[in-house]
């Protein structure tokens, strides 16, 4: 009897230790209600109307729509994509889409996503208390992906605007919105990095995060554990449409940032330098003398740019910007971006191994990207140590591609050439931090190169430059 006693005691202690850890463990886990209930009278869901064109799309010529039995679903399908016979004048027809945002001003100002407003013809703001009031787009910035409305009201429940930078990786966040059209849906999940890069979003440093978004959550807020709006919630990577575990928020700073200039002045002006970067590898850091690889690596420089005019030159790895360090050439644009035009700043950069400081004066970014030709190539060399066939490029050539020198690479075999990455049709400019102006320059170069040891080959391809890292393989 004595030690079913004991034994039930033991029991009973376990139960109240895993009671206990039980508890424990709920009290770990965030309790997102309070924060849902106080912070989602400032979402607003946003629908609005297009006017796209639909209609009749021509057929080649000497081909018409084949008679069809009356009724056939052919006949609609025919119909559809090319109009009646002899008919065919493209109609105009209204396609309507959703996305969040959330009230930033008690008079009316709202924050959202551009591509959620976009040629749009009416915008409709549905509030929380179910008032639907049509907004005006105040106005929209493509690069960051921001818009601003404003919708006639007053007294409006506004959101409490937050720090993206005090954010920490693996930290709770929340995101309300309507994806689907389901209002006020609410997502959680945590931060899983963020400064992050994305391909044609070089003045954005996203946090990305596994919170669910899909579509119709674009413009919404992403909240910390404080109800704070921390990003809006933008983009989704996906194979399906759906979500898939990587969400991408615009970090709050670079939003109102946005939304203040186009109250104040109708467009967004941004720090340009002037300059095409790429990261530093390994083999390029090796390449260039560094211990390890860090910083954003000049591949080219803008003539007439602020960097041209500060003397920054291809090869030179920017280390720091205005007092903030460099660690990935993702680093860079946001940073530039977020400067004020015209001010002059202190750069660090690494040059021939030995690091100094330029002072640049910030220009205001371009409109529009610089554009490259494709160009056709003369006299031709394939006998070399690299295992690649080159051609020199006409003087006509250079001037529409907007080069002084370089050779096209006309064919990649088996060799150093193609380990390094190089390609067919791209176009070498330096090797080893020597301009090539001709076919007979980069013989001479190559035939210098020595055995076993990265050096740097700076390339055009599709328009922009690249550092590779080449290594000229040791006799065996």
């Not at 609005?48 to 081909?63: A, H, N, R, Y």
């Not at 006299?379 to 591609?401: C, F, M, P, Y």
Request: charged content about 25%; aromatic content about 6%.
């Amino acid at each position: 009897m004595t030690g079913f006693k004991e034994m039930a005691r033991v029991f009973a202690c376990m139960v109240v230790l895993l009671a206990a850890s039980a508890n424990i463990q709920a009290r770990q886990l965030p309790d997102f209600t309070d924060l849902v209930e106080q912070a989602s009278a400032a979402v607003v869901n946003i629908s609005t109307t297009q006017k796209v064109q639909s209609g009749s799309m021509e057929l080649p010529e000497g081909i018409e729509i084949p008679e069809l039995p009356e009724g056939s679903p052919f006949g609609d399908l025919f119909r559809h994509f090319f109009g009646e016979p002899g008919g065919g004048m493209p109609q105009e027809r209204e396609a309507k889409s959703l996305g969040s945002g959330f009230i930033i001003s008690k008079d009316g100002y709202i924050l959202t996503n551009n591509h959620v407003v976009k040629d749009a013809h009416e915008i409709i703001v549905r509030l929380a208390d179910r008032r639907e009031l049509k907004a005006e787009v105040i106005g929209t910035d493509e690069r960051s992906d921001v818009a601003l409305l404003k919708i006639e009201a007053k007294n409006l429940p506004v959101a409490v605007i937050g720090e993206s930078e005090q954010l920490k990786v693996g930290e709770w966040v929340l995101a309300i919105g309507s994806p689907f059209g389901f209002d006020r849906s609410a997502t959680a999940g945590i931060v899983s990095a963020k400064g992050r890069a994305l391909p044609r979003e070089n003045y954005v440093p996203f946090i990305q995060t596994d919170v669910a978004i899909n579509p119709g959550n674009s413009g919404g807020p992403l909240f910390n554990l404080d109800g704070e709006v921390v990003g809006v919630n933008s983009q989704i990577y996906s194979r399906t449409g759906g979500y898939m575990g990587l969400s991408f928020s615009i970090p709050i700073e670079v939003a109102m940032d946005v939304a203040t200039q186009l109250k104040e002045h109708g467009k967004v002006s941004r720090g340009w330098l002037g300059v095409l970067i790429q990261d530093v590898t390994l083999e390029l850091a090796e390449s260039f003398g560094m211990s390890k690889p860090q910083g954003a690596l000049i591949a080219k420089v803008m003539p007439d740019s602020p960097a041209e005019a500060a003397n920054l030159q291809v090869g030179d790895i920017v280390m720091s910007f205005n007092g903030r360090e460099i660690e990935r050439s993702s680093s860079l644009p946001p940073v530039v971006g977020s400067t004020q035009v015209g001010k002059k700043v202190p750069v660090k950069v690494m040059r021939e191994g030995r690091t100094q400081t330029l002072w640049v004066e910030l220009g205001e970014l371009p409109d529009k990207d610089e554009k490259i030709a494709k160009a056709e190539p003369s006299k031709i060399t394939s006998d070399n140590r690299l295992g690649v066939e080159v051609a020199d490029l006409t003087d006509q050539q250079r001037k529409e591609i907007g080069l002084e020198g370089g050779v096209l690479v006309q064919g990649v075999g088996k060799g150093a050439a193609g380990d390094a990455g190089i390609r067919e049709g791209d176009i070498i400019l330096r090797i080893d931090g020597k301009l090539i102006g001709s076919v007979d320059e980069f013989e001479q170069r190559v035939e210098k190169l020595p055995e076993g040891k990265s050096v740097a080959v700076l390339i055009q391809r599709r328009g922009g430059p690249i550092f590779l890292a080449l290594k000229v393989p040791e006799p065996k």
